[in-house]
């Protein structure tokens, strides 16, 4: 006997509506990248009559894109790497002490930094950086790293917690040191969340605006988000072009997320049953 399923309208509306609200600014994205300005002051909704692949040659050239574009690769690398291996073992430290009042106060300490917004810090951490001669990319790449600690902490702390004591008890039986039981056992069983925390400092990273433009003083090491300011002038934007750079920059960190999306959906399955 074949039982028919309702149609959930409400749902599927809200969905369809969703839908719209991502796809249209990527269309948007799209179309405005292929016209010229006279399309463009014609209609900036339809799709053109001819397409300009030549704004995306005349991108690349007014800034420099595939030098910004391997300045951000590494950084943003770079920063992934180095926040997986140093946020999750400052975390584990926290975890597993959380009942020495040392330990708590400094958990405490990193969930208070979440709500200090960025501009209150932002002169400080200039003045320190150049104090410290690190207005470059490495210095970018350490203050992406600290930066993220906060989060990254309360994250991890709270997966740790919900891993059995006893797997740590049973490797120090076996004569593993704190280390070692940490890379074998701890640190493998938390690709799930390192899976979350790794696409999400890839993306803030990639797409940071804020910190590269104070901290960065050599143009040469300017970041994809940097180069292209180029596009802004005093009384004018070239949007066209302004919008070609702008998607080959965003088609990077789609691809990355897509597949990056299928490891997140894997992980967080498997710490479902963990």
């Keep these: 006997m074949k039982t028919s399923r309702r149609t959930n309208w409400p749902v599927l509306l809200l969905v369809a509506l969703g839908t719209i609200f991502i796809l249209f600014p990527l269309y948007m994205t799209v179309t405005i990248a292929l016209k010229n300005p006279e399309q463009m002051a014609h209609s900036a909704f339809a799709f053109p009559t001819e397409l300009h692949w030549e704004n995306f040659s005349r991108a690349v050239e007014m800034t420099n894109f595939f030098s910004a574009f391997q300045n951000s690769v590494m950084v ?5 790497i ?5 946020n999750s073992m400052v975390a ?11 330990f708590k106060g400094l958990y405490f300490y990193f969930v208070s930094a979440m709500f200090i917004p ?12 150049s104090g410290l001669h690190m207005t470059n990319l490495f210095g970018l790449i350490m203050l992406h790293t600290v930066y993220g600690l906060a989060f990254n902490v309360f994250v991890y702390v709270g997966y740790i917690r919900s891993i ?12 593993a040191t704190t280390w070692g039981t940490f890379w074998r056992i701890i640190f493998p069983l938390m690709a799930p969340i390192s899976a979350t925390v790794g696409i999400l400092i890839c993306l803030s990273t990639y797409n940071d605006f804020l910190l590269p433009l104070i901290i960065i003083s050599d143009a040469e090491q300017y970041t994809l988000p940097l180069v292209q300011y180029v596009f802004q002038g005093q009384f004018n934007t070239d949007f066209n072009l302004a919008f070609a750079s702008y998607l080959m920059a ?25």
């Design 118 to 129: 960025f501009p209150i810090i932002m002169l400080p951490i200039v003045k320190l950086a």
């Design 164 to 175: 059995p004591v006893a797997l740590e008890e049973a490797a120090t039986v076996d004569g």
């Design 76 to 80: 943003t690398t770079s920063t992934v």
């Design 250 to 274: 965003l088609l990077p960190m789609i691809i990355v997320y897509l597949i990056a999306q299928k490891w997140i959906i894997n992980g967080v399955t498997q710490g479902s049953v963990k």
């Design 92 to 102: 584990y430290a926290i975890a597993r002490n959380m009942q020495r009042r040392f």
């Design 82 to 86: 180095l926040t997986l291996l140093t």
